[in-house]
């Protein structure tokens, strides 16, 4: 069976520090993986998605950045954080193009401070 | 993508049925109703999808009005854990997922 995983659970990380944040799919091979955040009271936003190794599209122009090293494997990064990063960062995946049923990991909740 | 319109939130008697409303007025052809909750602190979840007939299975039922203009979920019984916030979506097969404020179902004792 296919499970996602995401390191850390929490973090806080002050203004203006390096960001990595890690995820992983196993039991699969070659899916579409997504970051995605949610800021506190919000709905979910879509950060940057990936349908392969070394392709990333980006969703919304900000401070952040995403990886795909290897293909189950997707990292997103910032080298400043802001503020305004601050959030539950979740990371999903699907097979394919059937994108109607994407799989969750269980999230990062960032505080930034 | 169809815009979609969802109550900001709603209540149920446990053991009732839960009926989340959904309108996607400027829906297409091709655009699928995608239903997905997502519970405090965790990840959301699928529950159904649609295109034109009505869908059921073993979490839900998706009623798709005849000119696919709204959607209403069913939850037949709903009980305490189904409390969470619904998102409807609806966007072509392929294309990528935005959720927006969903509707906050509280399932009350």
């Known amino acids: 069976s296919q499970t996602i995983h995401q390191w850390p659970a929490t973090l806080v990380q002050p203004v203006g520090s390096p960001l990595s944040l890690e995820c992983t799919v196993e039991?699969?091979?070659?899916?579409?993986l997504y970051w995605y955040r949610q800021a506190a009271g919000r709905g979910l936003q879509l950060l940057f998605y990936?349908?392969?190794?070394?392709?990333i599209s980006s969703e919304v122009p900000q401070n952040l950045s995403a990886s795909r090293p290897q293909d189950r494997q997707f990292i997103l990064s910032s080298k400043k954080l802001l503020l305004s990063d601050s959030g539950f960062y979740l990371c999903?995946?699907?097979?394919?193009?059937?994108?109607?049923?994407?799989?969750f990991g269980p999230g990062t909740r960032l505080t930034v401070t | 993508d169809a815009k979609t319109t969802q109550p900001p939130s709603m209540d149920c008697a446990e053991g009732r049925a839960a009926n989340l409303p959904c309108n996607h007025s400027t829906i297409s052809g091709n655009e699928y109703v995608y239903w997905y909750r997502q519970i405090h602190s965790q990840g959301p979840q699928y529950i159904i999808h649609?295109?034109?007939n009505n869908e059921t299975n073993e979490m839900a039922s998706l009623i798709i009005t005849e000119d696919r203009k709204s959607s209403t979920l069913i939850l037949p019984h709903a009980t305490l854990r189904d409390t969470a916030v619904y998102y409807c979506?609806?966007?072509?097969?392929?294309?990528?997922?935005?959720f927006g404020t969903g509707t906050s179902l509280t399932v009350i004792p």
């Open positions: 979506i609806a966007l072509p097969t392929g294309n990528q997922f935005y």
């Open positions: 999903a995946w699907t097979k394919g193009q059937a994108t109607y049923e994407q799989y």
């Open positions: 990936s349908v392969g190794i070394g392709q």
């Open positions: 039991g699969t091979s070659n899916p579409n």
């Open positions: 649609g295109l034109k």
